[in-house]
């Protein structure tokens, strides 16, 4: 009996450890290996009671998810092997602080590849950097708490109608990521290269700007978005201010006027810079009359109608548009790609849901700004019921109670319930507007239960493709 005991305790607790190195695997891999993100994802879930949890996961197939398996497996053989001839009282510590094994068994596997992948950025940087040097080609630089990515692909869309533009590939805005973009849609023929500029600590956006050498920059907004990471804004901004400060004396800066903290920003920088707001006068400001608007950057005028997908992204095609007229394209070359900008799939698309429900996806990521941007094509929308859902923003710091407050009010005046799987919305919702679940699953199937023609559902933020699927099982855009 004694025997059988102790085998069912360690049985328990190798069933348990191989569950959870799946799952933290799957965890680092989200949050790039990065222990700074990884520990603040851990703190706004419940700290180690999260290791506990159940919520069963997979890693992608990558050479470096299969070293950091090997070796979190190698190690937790060797305690299988020790346990087997220790005391009881040991084996049933073994089972019960298996998931924190599990991480520190994963935690050192990460480490050890962490030298391997360091090898190999270095190699693909380097590559970048010296294939760049033999090309004529002009690097413009995109950062800011959000905004980014939409930017990027509008920018690349107008000036596509005129010169040979490349571009950074989706998710790909660190140095590294950026460089494997250049070898990757670089060729003898581009003009252009447009990156997307990102980074969770100082230094981040120094070291992509080695790669792009920018003539141009511009800065879309700032938030609050990775504020645990990156401590206080102060430093937040003064990272951004990164890309400002690597931009040559003669290229230019476009920068959002809207933005609060603009003469830290500017501070020493000598370079040209252009502001640009949707809501006041500025050096590209924009008007609207009936269904069209008219864009004005020194003697230029550019107008152009309203499409259904631009009114929420407006402020991102300002800096777009001045840069194409410093570039040289006239306004009527301008106006004509207007015409044709792309429906971005996960930038407030818009398609038909189960029991023919409207899908609004806001899936890239999400930020503060974003969200309650985000609250209006929702809020304008004919169906009568309305749900926003999320998961929750992350790496919002000591400013994510506030934030939430801002968010919660708006949902509130605008009448539209949220599904999250956050508690902190749910603590703070004093209207009664907050259904809280404790995972996507169980979001998914209550969700599904009340939806129908007459609902429209805003997914604000990431989610797993089997949560999208069951929401659109036929995906077509609208």
């Known amino acids: 009996m004694n025997q059988i005991l102790r085998f069912l305790v360690l049985y328990g607790g190798t069933v348990i450890g191989l569950a959870k190195i799946l799952q933290l695997i799957y965890l680092f891999q989200v949050k790039e290996y990065r222990f700074d993100r990884f520990i603040v994802s851990l703190q706004e879930n419940g700290g180690i009671s999260y290791l506990y949890q159940i919520d069963p996961r997979f890693p992608a197939k990558s050479i470096r998810n299969l070293l950091v398996a090997i070796i979190s497996l190698c190690l937790l053989a060797f305690i299988l092997f020790y346990m087997q001839s220790a005391s009881f009282l040991l084996l049933l510590l073994f089972l019960l602080t ?78 590294v990521g950026i460089a494997m973009s250049v070898l990757k849609n670089v060729t003898a023929e581009t003009e252009f290269f447009i990156a997307e500029v990102g980074a969770y600590t100082e230094g981040e956006i120094r070291r992509a700007c080695k790669v792009i050498q920018p003539f141009y920059a511009i800065l879309t907004a700032i938030g609050n978005q990775h504020l645990d990471l990156f401590g206080s804004k102060e430093k937040l901004i003064l990272a951004k201010k990164e890309l400002l400060e690597e931009v040559p004396p003669n290229g230019r800066i476009y920068l959002n006027a809207d933005i609060d903290d603009k003469s830290v920003l500017v501070r020493s920088i000598k370079t040209k810079i252009v502001l640009y707001s949707a809501k006041k006068q500025a050096d590209i400001s924009v008007s609207k009359k009936g269904s069209q608007y008219a864009l004005r950057y020194k003697r230029n005028v550019v107008s152009f109608p309203v499409p259904s997908h631009v009114p929420y992204a407006l402020e991102t095609l300002l800096p777009c548009i001045g840069l194409a007229l410093d570039l040289g394209m006239n306004p009527e070359q301008i106006e004509k790609s207007l015409g044709s900008l792309p429906v971005l799939k996960e930038k407030l698309s818009r398609s038909k849901g189960i029991r023919k429900a409207v899908i609004i996806r806001d899936t890239a990521n999400s930020s503060v700004e974003g969200f309650l941007a985000a609250l209006e094509p929702l809020a304008n929308t004919k169906q009568s019921k309305r749900i926003a859902v999320s998961k929750g923003i992350i790496e919002l710091g000591e400013e994510k109670e506030s934030s939430y407050k801002r968010i919660l009010d708006q949902l509130h005046k605008k009448k539209i319930a949220l599904y999250t799987t956050d508690p902190v919305f749910k603590t703070l919702d004093i209207e009664e507007t907050v259904a809280y679940f404790k995972n996507e699953q169980l979001l998914a199937i209550d969700l599904i239960k009340n939806i129908d023609s007459k609902t429209a559902v805003l997914l604000e933020g990431r989610f797993s493709p089997s949560f999208i699927a069951k929401l659109e099982p036929e995906g077509s855009l609208k």
């Open 98 to 175: 298996s998931p924190v094994i599990s991480f520190l068994l994963v935690s050192v596997g990460v480490l050890l590849t962490e030298i391997l992948a360091r090898i190999k950025r270095a190699l693909i940087i380097r590559d970048a950097e010296e294939f760049l040097q033999n090309k004529k080609v002009v690097g413009i630089g995109i950062t800011g708490s959000y905004g980014k990515s939409t930017t990027k692909e509008y920018l690349s869309h107008i000036l596509s109608q005129k010169f040979k533009v490349a571009k950074t590939d989706e998710n790909m805005n660190t140095d």
